[in-house]
């Protein structure tokens, strides 16, 4: 990477634990590939010392913006200034960035990450029918994506029914065109079908949906991005879906957080 | 550099302003030379910033410490937990120590890192009657690391003769067994002789002592790295005095904080 000095642009990752972040690694190499002065390191914060934290950092006037991630990614709604639309509805943000006065403006772009992954792969939204398994943190930002990309519906099937009614009003509080139905584990009739549980993270773990409701004609995403190969993604491959893995929603959400923290090549 | 991963010890450096920095550099470069896994990045505090900046900043669970420079080298002493002794004297301090229950530990290098500049180019202080024009900040570090050099005797010059006996009266206080003198602008009669006024880094500045005064056997000292060739240097080598520029001050001082600081190969 580019040599650090005075002139160099900061931006962190607040994560606790920290260890296991990449975001360094991956937006460090965004920045020497568009030839930007900006360093990316972690910032290693406990839950109950964000909001001191979070004081101190706004005030480094070279600090261009923090990546949000576990278990910071609902708190520094209360700790920001301004929220862009989809991060209120959320509840949660995974980027702030540092506007020239010191004000904090968050957004959240797990969604739309996931959204440009899709289409980097060469897979548009719009009009499609859509299945949403799950209705946590990961869930609540794709299904804003999903219907900010377009779908035709979005199905939103979680095992705690009231969260997904929950979600569905929400979206519709910010959408109210949007069709949005509740669904059940059969994720069958929709075009595109997404996992945003973490089920399949670990080994034994239930799956995630009614896989022998799987069709041939679907495209099946996971969020999980380790392991790569989920018991959903095989399932899905074996009855002879197209498969979506985990890995370029992360890639893309490298140049979302760049494109939002106001990053450009120089 | 390596690579920055989520690992990583994170060091920085409070300045205002900060892009003409340089320790960013020389310490990332340290850091690759000794194989440590840390990275040094500009933090751009404002002094009425500077408290709070700090009680966010050590929540920082991965920050091994700060490098302070100017202006807040006097302001850390009060926002700091514990400080060696030489910082509380000089009242200043140049690094602060992150220790792992968040406590801040301050000391003052910058005499030492004089010192160690001098070891450096072969010249050893123990025995020596040593000239010191000046009685400010940097004065006042060497002061200090020329006496625990263990200088025969110290003879401190400077315009206001109340901030000379000032820095006496503190170097006393730590060391009472210390010969040390208020001085004249003459230097002769010295065996080292330092600069440590800031006369000399501006075009048309007075020369800090009355170089007519010094003596061929004298060792000529500069504290200023910019120009690196001050008029007193010019002087003192046309009289056919031996040098020593100001850039092996900075250059050991980046070894004396890494060690300050608990870096380590690894």
């Given amino acids: 990477m580019k040599e650090i000095t005075g002139a160099t642009k900061l931006f962190g990752i607040l994560a606790d634990p920290i260890h296991h972040v990449k975001t360094p690694q991956r937006m460090n190499e965004h920045f020497a590939r568009i030839g930007y002065d900006g360093v990316l390191v972690p910032l290693h914060v406990r839950a109950d010392e964000l909001a001191s ?3 101190g950092l706004r005030n480094l006037r070279n600090l261009g913006g923090l990546i949000v991630t576990v278990p910071h990614k609902t708190a520094v709604m209360d700790l920001c200034d301004e929220a862009s639309d989809v991060a209120r509805k ?3 943000a995974n980027v702030l960035r540092r ?5 904090l403006t968050a957004h959240m772009l797990d969604g739309e990450g996931f959204v440009r992954g899709l289409r980097s792969t060469g897979n548009e939204l719009a009009g499609k029918t859509a299945y949403l398994a799950g209705a946590g943190g990961a869930a609540n930002a794709i299904g804003f994506a999903l219907v900010q990309a377009g779908v035709a519906s979005l199905t939103i099937a979680n095992r ?4 997904a009614e ?3 009003a929400r979206i519709l509080d910010l959408f109210p065109q949007a069709r949005i139905h509740i669904g059940t584990p059969d994720p069958s009739g929709h075009e595109v079908v ?3 549980t973490s089920l399949g993270m670990k080994e034994g773990d239930p799956l995630p949906m009614d896989v022998s409701r799987l069709e041939a004609t679907q495209l099946v995403c996971e969020v999980i991005m380790q392991p790569e190969n989920t018991a959903l993604l095989q ?13 370029p929603m992360l890639a893309c959400q490298i140049e979302l957080m760049a494109e939002f923290l106001g990053v450009g090549a120089k």
Same sequence: chains 1, 2.
Avoid at 235 to 247: F, H, I, N
């Fill in 53 to 55: 934290t979070l004081a």
């Fill in 90 to 92: 959320i509840g949660a």
């Fill in 99 to 103: 506007e020239p006065d010191g004000r």
């Fill in 160 to 163: 705690t029914a009231a969260k």
């Fill in 166 to 168: 929950d979600l569905k």
């Fill in 194 to 196: 997404v996992n945003a």
């Fill in 235 to 247: 399932a899905a491959r074996q009855r002879g879906c197209k498969v979506q893995y985990g890995a």
